[in-house]
């Protein structure tokens, strides 16, 4: 019997955590690392079952997420980029998902924000786009990218008057990677721009995650994609700031700090950000995991209202700042320690604030929350 995507997470975490001043320097997962994961079906949580994915339940997807950005930041955050870019594979339709999931070891991945532009033609779209923060692109076979659909020279709209948006996929080999990822944090994802010029699109490798409607049936797929999305870079973000706890206090018991003669954990500071810490990642979790267990039951049933989708982005916000608190302490308490390049604990500290700068878990989603929950018009499309 094949090991659980969360056995497999934590049989390949110490190799992941081995090897990351490789990911570091190389700014992208080794190639041997991506197919390890790829073996072990990590890409592959959210690909429907008809199509040999696992469709894990979100609970158990964030699971390993978090144990592999334990052991390594760059790499949790990749196979969450790629498990969750699986889920596309729910809404195309079937012989374009086969054509594109059919093959196990294939990673895909993209970008939302539609910066490109697809022109509609017979059978399809003429698009050209470049697209910054395509994480993994340098391992993926398939490549998305969000497009405005233009129709007779002006952008096509929807009922509700915006432009209308498309997701078109790309073999790999039509798509320029740009080599721009020179970033603060998360260095080894490999986030390069992409790009493609008048490259033809059939309809059915687009698709819309806003208005088109899923053609797998199960559970998951009644789960919002971008609140998936939110929930991933929360779990990524939990599981830097567990490691950075684990470190400050592996620290505290074999530090002494210079001009002192107690050891660093003796002081009553560092006990109390230690505490501090963990209670704040551990309710933090909590709230996630309680908000998506209730959106699951409420998903089981049938369509996921508008108030637990607020109520999941709400978690993920939370729990990625919440997060960032804590690897802040932990940094801190480090003391100079944690400045050298060799302590983990600056790279949770730079790896968990570019963590926080994702559109689905930046302090304006507090804003977006907070107009719902005061009972203001708002444009919910992306929730």
């Known amino acids: ?168 996929l790309f073999p790999a080999g039509e798509v320029e990677v740009i080599d721009t990822w020179t970033a603060s944090g998360l260095r080894g994802t490999g986030s390069h721009d992409i790009r493609v010029a008048r490259t033809f699109v059939p309809a059915g490798r687009s698709v819309s995650l806003i208005t088109d409607s899923p053609r797998a049936s199960g559970t998951l797929y009644r789960f919002p994609v971008f609140g998936l999305l939110a929930l991933g870079i929360a779990a990524v973000a939990l599981g830097i700031a567990r490691r950075a706890i684990d470190e400050l206090v592996e620290l505290a018991r074999a530090k002494t700090p210079t001009a002192s003669r107690r050891r660093l954990g003796e002081r009553a500071a560092v006990q109390i950000d230690i505490s501090g810490a963990e209670a704040a990642v551990r309710a933090a979790r909590a709230f996630l995991v309680g908000e998506v267990e209730r959106a699951w039951a409420v998903a089981e049933r049938g369509a996921i209202g508008l108030e637990q989708r607020t109520l999941l982005r709400l978690a993920a916000t939370h729990a990625t700042t919440s997060a960032a608190r804590a690897v802040d302490a932990m940094y801190n308490a480090g003391g100079g320690t944690s400045v050298y390049a060799t302590s983990p604990l600056q790279r949770c500290f730079r790896d968990v604030h570019v963590a926080t700068q994702h559109m689905m878990v930046a302090p304006a989603t507090y804003e977006l929350v907070g107009r719902l929950l005061v009972g203001l018009e708002t444009d919910t499309a992306l929730l």
């Open 1 to 168: 019997m094949a090991a659980s995507p969360i056995d497999a997470a934590r049989d390949l975490a110490p190799r992941i955590r081995a090897r990351a001043d490789a990911i570091e320097a190389e700014r992208r997962l080794p190639v041997d690392l991506v197919a390890a994961l790829a073996a072990a079906g990590i890409f592959r949580m959210g690909v429907p079952r008809e199509l040999g994915g696992t469709e894990l339940e979100p609970v158990a997807m964030l699971a390993v997420f978090e144990e592999i950005a334990h052991a390594d930041g760059s790499a949790g955050w990749c196979a969450m980029i790629g498990a969750t870019s699986g889920l596309v594979s729910g809404y195309l339709p079937i012989e374009f998902a086969r054509e594109i999931y059919a093959d196990p070891t294939l990673v895909t991945g993209g970008v939302f924000a539609p910066t490109g532009r697809a022109v509609a033609v017979d059978g399809g779209y003429d698009v050209t786009g470049r697209w910054a923060f395509a994480s993994g692109s340098e391992h993926c076979a398939w490549l998305m990218g969000g497009c405005v659909v233009t129709e007779n020279g002006a952008p096509r709209l929807l009922a509700s008057g915006a432009p209308d948006t498309r997701m078109m």
